[in-house]
Nanobody, 120 residues
Framework: QVQLVESGGGLVQAGGSLRLSCAAS????????MGWYRQPPGRQRQLVAT???????NYADSVKGRFTISRDNDKNTVYLQMNSLKPEDTDVYYC??????????????WGQGTQVTVSS
């Protein structure tokens, strides 16, 4: 079992910055993908940014140029640097990690979520 613990959320004014961190612990073999999702009220979780273990990244169009994902594979930690924050970035942000079992079966893990609030 893998546990994901997020930190770094909070309240910030529009135009400000926050840095989210997510540390994985437990029975870690290989976290092929780590990343961040957010969930607006009443809606499904949406991809924010992901990074593979080899360093390939994927960003939502709405955050390109403002958010940067990075990871430290030795520490099993993923970060999300969020700059030029906008009120519409307000959401609960969830850390996600995926590993693959036999026959490429994906196994997903989620953090408990951290609130990001951007005031106008």
């Amino acid at each position: 079992q893998v546990q994901l613990v997020e930190s770094g959320g909070g309240l910030v004014q529009a135009g400000g910055s926050l840095r989210l961190s997510c540390a994985a612990s437990g029975s870690i073999f290989s976290l092929n993908v780590m990343g961040w999702y957010r969930q607006p009220p009443g809606r499904q979780r949406q991809l924010v940014a992901t990074m593979t273990i080899s360093g390939n990244t994927n960003y939502a169009d709405s955050v390109k140029g403002r958010f940067t994902i990075s990871r430290d594979n030795d520490k099993n930690t993923v970060y999300l640097q969020m700059n030029s924050l906008k009120p519409e970035d307000t959401d609960v942000y969830y850390c996600h990690a995926r590993t693959y079992l036999l026959e490429n079966t994906p196994l997903d893990y989620w953090g408990q979520g951290t609130q990001v609030t951007v005031s106008s």
